[in-house]
Structures are given as C-alpha cells and as structure tokens.
C-alpha cells in the first residue's frame, strides 16, 4: 500500500481519530491479526463468528500500526468508523484515485457466474510479462467480494501499473459497489448462469446484477462480452456512449474468436482469430470450458496492448494457479485426480462431468465425487436431480454422491434407466474415503466437485496427499 498517516486514514474513511494524526501506516492492509507485519493497517471487521476487535491488541503488538475499528479499543491506536467493511471500501477507493492522479494505472476486472478466477489467473499470466512482477497485482485465490476487492486494490503501490481485480455477487447491487471502489478501464462480463440462484430469486436478476459491470466502466473504458452467452451480449445496451464495446466468442459475430476447437485429454486447441490475424492456441488447462476464460482474457489484453502473437503464446504456456480449480495430479498408481472442489453450481458441474468423460474416454474408468451445490434456493432439488441424470447419460462409471444437501444427484442417477449400483450415497466425507480407498485402481480418473462449503476440499486433498 502506499504509505498514509493515521490523519489520512481517517479523513479517507470519515472516521473518528484516537491515535497520533501522524502515526504513519507504512505496511499492508490485513483482516487477518496472524498476518500483521511491522507498520500494518489491521481492519477489525465482526463476522458470524470472530469479532476482529478482540484480535486489535495482539494486532498491535505483532506490529500494526493503526487499527481501523467500530468502536474504540483500550489501548489500541484507532481510527473508529461506522462500519470496518464499508471503511475499507472507502479507503481502496481514495488510495486507488490517488493512485491514477499520481501515474498510470490500468484496472482490469472480471465477473461472471462461473470461470472468474481461472480468468483472473489468466489475465495474470498474459500481462505480467508487458509490465514486469513488481508493476502488476493480481490476488491469489477469490477475493472477489466487499472485503477481498479493497484488500487487493490497497496491495497497490506506486509502482503498480496494472490491477487486475475478480468481482463476485450475491446479490443486486454488489458489482455496482465494487466498480465503485474500483471503476475498471476494462470490464469482462463471462457468462450469466445460476450460481447463488437461492439469493437472486431469478435468473434474470442475475443477469441484470451481472450488467452492472457494463455501467460500472470507466468513461472511455472497455466493455468485453462473451457474445456466446445471449444474456451478457445483450449488455452491450447498457454501456454508456464513451465506453467501447468488444467482443468474444466461438460465433462468426465474436471480435475476438476461437475457431477449430478441437479437444484431446480434455486440453483445448483452437485458433485465436481476430480482425488483425490468427494464431495457434494449446492450453495446458483441463477442460473445454476454459476456451471462453482463455477468449476473455485474451481480449482485454489485446485491448491493453499486447501482441496477438504474445497472447496466443502466454495462453499456451499458462497454468493453472489458484487451488481446487480443475488441477490434475496423475498420482504414482496410476490414478489421476482431477480437484474441481473449489466451488460449484450447475454450469460449473455440467462442464466439469464432461470434462471427465472426455479425459477418461473409452479406455479409462471415469469416477465422480460430487457434493452439495449451495445456494440454490427453491430449485435445488432439480437441479442436482439434474446432474445426477447427465453422469449417467455422460456414461460416468461410478458416482460417489457426498452429503445430504447432494442426495438429489444419487436420486436423479438413479432413476435415469437401469443404472445398477454405479451410483452410490454416502453420509460424509469419511465414508466417501473408504469407498475410494476400497475400490480405485490404476487408470481411474477421478473428479471431485462440490461448493467450498460442503468440505469436500479436504477430500480431494487426501486423495492428492495419498500419493505423496
């Protein structure tokens, strides 16, 4: 971050002063108290079930310099706000103003109901080599939301040249929050599908929550859309008359087009066609849903400046780098694991079942783990139904049905024809272990995917560690 005073700090947040005005706050920005390093902000924000002001002391200790708080702590140096969230918000939106007056700073941002992360990453990988590591940021993981968003923009410094940020939703008015803290010069709108269904209501809300990304731009900023997804072409309605417009996609309408996809062990190839020229793509990442992440990320980069020889090349040589998303471990066995248990909904698991069945092919034996999709609402019951119906239309060898919440796919499976007992429910995470360890044998290929919430992460990392 660059470096504040505590006077600063609270002038950025319209916050009530109870330190030295000139205290300075010279490290990084933390919610997390095991993070503090000497001349820290640490942000005491009270969650479900941590309330970060009883950490505010040890805080101070470990070396923070300031505290940003709801209420004053004895003791502590604080700047005491109304909320720590909405604070925080407020002092990523003035650091980055003060940072675009000082220098040159591009912002680039992704949302969509699926492949944010992996575009992220992505994105990553095809600008680092244009500005160099110390000029670019770009989170680890999914910090996506009202408190991940702002930590990641005042990881900023003055050195830093391009930003690249995820924006999730959960709800109407999210992604227009975080374009406010943080208005893109590019913003990439991925796909419109069902994940947090339950806390939308309709899909149409979505969509429309998804937009706000179109509106959040930049005057004279880029817009890029996945034409492929009828929903977010239609957003190109919503930018205003100085932003630009620029497009994906696998149709002859695309700006930017894969053309020629072709799939071996579930790797994609295709040709990266746009108006300039084309050239050849190979990507290192499982799955032929990441061609519409990998079409994302090259149009805004194409748009910031780099080469569509370059892109095509970066593309190729990237991989993937946040946990639980699609990676592949062909452990010593034989067995290869295919770890998709970062986060699930039904688009993400439609694409990852198909995944499967074309890495296993007709040689191997496909078995797939699945858990609870979250936050589905009232449709949750048909839509694991659903996938339950397309394992076994997939030809899915074994299925493994994790938890209570996830029922519904056993149930689906097996009512879609005579599918015996490839179909098998299990209470826990313990007893989905003992079924693997008693039944995988070389060749298998094995999926594991659910929502983050269901556990069956942990899952998944025992079967990568069981070959360590």
């Known amino acids: ?38 001349g820290a902000l640490f942000v005491a924000v009270a969650g479900d079930r941590v309330d970060g002001h009883d950490f505010a002391a040890a805080a101070v200790e470990a070396g923070a310099a300031l505290v940003l708080a709801t209420r004053p702590v004895d003791g502590v140096p604080c700047v005491v706000v109304e909320d720590a969230q909405v604070a925080l918000g407020e002092l990523g939106r003035v650091v980055l103003e003060r940072l675009r007056a000082a220098g040159e700073v591009r912002v680039v941002a992704v949302t969509g109901s699926v492949g944010k992360t992996t575009t992220k990453d992505l994105l990553g990988q095809l600008l680092e080599p244009e500005v160099g590591p110390e000029a670019i940021v770009v989170p680890a993981g999914s910090f996506n939301n009202e408190i991940g968003l702002p930590l990641t923009v005042l990881r900023a410094t003055p050195a830093t040249r391009v930003l690249v940020l995820e924006m999730g939703a959960d709800g109407p ?24 269904l339950g806390r939308f209501g309709d899909v149409e809300t979505i969509a429309r929550t998804k937009g706000e990304m179109v ?60 108006a ?16 519409t992440n990998a079409l994302a990320a090259a149009a805004a980069a194409l748009e910031l400046g780099v080469t569509l020889e370059a892109v095509a090349s970066r593309l190729s040589a990237a991989t993937p ?40 092919g007709r040689t191997r034996r496909s078995v797939a783990v699945v858990g ?46 005579s599918w015996g007992e490839e179909s098998v429910f299990v209470p826990d995470l313990e007893a989905a272990r003992e079924v693997l360890a008693a039944e995988l044998t070389e060749g298998d290929v094995v999926l594991v995917k659910a929502s983050q919430g269901s556990g069956l992460w942990r899952l998944a990392d025992q079967l990568v560690e069981a070959d360590a």
């Open 276 to 291: 300039e020229g084309s050239a050849q793509v190979a990507l290192r990442l499982v799955g032929a849903h990441h061609v």
């Open 321 to 360: 780098l946040s946990p639980h998303r699609m990676a592949v471990t062909e452990r010593a066995d034989g067995v290869t694991i295919v770890d998709d248990s970062y986060n699930a909904n039904p688009d993400s698991m439609r694409a990852a079942l198909r995944t499967l069945a074309v890495m296993a």
């Open 215 to 274: 509106e959040g731009v930049r005057p004279g900023g880029t817009v890029v859309l996945n034409v492929d997804d009828s929903r977010v072409a239609t957003m190109a309605d919503r930018a205003g008359p100085s932003t630009d417009v620029v497009t994906f996609g696998t149709i002859p309408a695309a700006g930017v087009r894969a053309r020629e996809v072709t799939v071996d062990g579930g790797r994609a190839r295709f040709a990266l066609a746009t």
């Open 372 to 417: 609870e999709m979250r936050e589905l609402g009232d449709v949750a019951r048909v839509e694991h139904d659903a996938i339950g119906r397309l394992a076994v239309r997939l030809n899915v060898k074994r299925l493994v049905v994790v938890g209570e919440g996830a029922y519904h796919v056993h149930e689906g499976a097996q009512q879609e024809g």
């Open 173 to 196: 008015g999210n992604i227009a929050e975080l374009t406010r803290v943080a208005p893109p010069d590019v913003g990439i709108v991925l796909a419109v599908g069902t994940a947090h």
């Open 1 to 38: 971050m660059i470096e504040l005073t505590a006077a600063e700090v609270a002038a950025a947040t319209s916050g009530t002063l109870r330190a030295d005005a000139g205290t300075p706050v010279t490290g990084p920005v933390v919610v997390d108290s095991r993070l503090v390093s000497p």
